[in-house]
């Protein structure tokens, strides 16, 4: 098991920006894709971005259009998302989340091991 810990998240005009970070502990970093999901009061769940392992490769929700990125740092076992261009849609707690399956379209939360207890993000018009 993976244990993960999100920061960063806060409050912040429209158009702003925001960089969560989120640490991992007790197994192996590299061995694991990351992904970012977030959930908005009274909606589910959804994927926001993932990236592999190695960081070679990322995926994105259609919705992000080019605003947020996806990054990880192997040797200091935290995965990044940087969001820029926040709009008030963009208003949730955002979770971190781990998964040991094949890099294949990892977007559903079914496919995630393990996650992070959310840092909040709140932007304001």
């Known amino acids: 098991q993976v244990q993960l810990v999100e920061s960063g998240g806060g409050l912040v005009q429209a158009g702003g920006s925001l960089r969560l970070s989120c640490v991992a502990s007790g197994r192996t970093f590299n061995n694991y894709h990351m992904g970012w999901f977030r959930q908005a009061p009274g909606k589910e769940r959804v994927f926001v971005a993932a990236?592999?392992?190695?960081?070679?490769?990322?995926d994105y929700a259609d919705f992000v259009e080019g605003r947020f990125t996806i990054a990880r740092d192997n040797a200091k076992n935290t995965v990044y998302l940087q969001m820029n261009s926040l709009k008030p849609e963009d208003t949730a707690v955002y979770y971190c989340?781990?998964?040991?399956?094949?890099?294949?379209?990892?977007?559903?939360?079914?496919?995630?091991?393990?996650w992070g207890q959310g840092t909040q993000v709140t932007v304001s018009s």
């Open positions: 989340a781990a998964s040991s399956r094949t890099w294949n379209f990892l977007r559903a939360f079914k496919q995630f091991d393990d």
């Open positions: 990236i592999n392992w190695s960081g070679s490769s990322s």
